[in-house]
């Protein structure tokens, strides 16, 4: 055999001993790359969760200009507050009303619904403020009990001052009922002492 037939064969044979180790080295580096892929989206998701929240409830237009951290001593902490400042009884009703024949619903399933404030008045949201109203069924996962269960509680936290004004609102107008899963885990301790029951000012 000529040495140039034999330089041939050992360089076939050397090809064929790298190429699986070079496609594996390849198909490392691809799963590498998708992984970290993976995880900047994750990241990114993540954030997007933890921010949506909170720049929901800073929109203005759903809150009462008339509550802020330093006065809610003499706004939602004050018995009754939320008596003194919703609007009457017809005005609101109109409003749900209006929000029936919005979405297309039978103003005779209308007792099947709740008029909602996003933020809570006794969380500072506008009583009236059309971008603060919504209709939520009265019963459910996502329903306005539930959802009047966690309202007393955050107020509560709010003024024992073991939870700001601002986190509280951004609680509720967010995914609520995911908070609301973690209800007797919640930072300001147990539910003694919430009131349940009442006009509770949602």
């Not at 019963?139 to 700001?164: D, F, P, W, Y």
Request: aromatic share 4%; net charge neutral; with cysteine.
């Amino acid at each position: 055999m000529t040495a140039a037939k034999e330089n041939a064969l050992d360089e076939a044979h050397t090809s064929g001993i790298k190429s699986p180790a070079r496609r594996a080295t390849r198909a490392a580096d691809v799963a590498q790359t998708m992984h970290k892929r993976c995880l900047m989206l994750a990241a990114m998701v993540a954030g997007l969760h933890l921010h949506g929240p909170v720049a929901f409830a800073q929109d203005a237009s759903m809150l009462d200009e008339r509550v802020t951290q330093e006065t809610i001593a003499d706004t939602i902490c004050k018995p009754g507050y939320a008596d003194t400042v919703s609007p009457p009884f017809d005005d609101l009703m109109a409003h749900k009303d209006r929000l029936l024949s919005e979405r297309g619903i039978d103003p005779d399933h209308g007792t099947r619904y709740a008029l909602d404030r996003r933020v809570p008045v006794v969380l500072g949201g506008s009583p009236d403020a059309p971008d603060n109203l919504d209709l939520l069924p009265w019963g459910g996962h996502r329903g306005e009990r539930r959802k009047a269960l966690l309202t007393a509680k955050l107020k509560r936290c709010v003024c024992e001052g073991r939870m700001s004004l601002s986190d509280a609102q951004a609680a509720i107008a967010g995914n609520w009922s995911a908070h609301y899963a973690g209800f007797g885990s919640a930072p300001c301790g147990d539910d003694r002492g919430v009131a349940l029951g009442g006009n509770d000012g949602s």
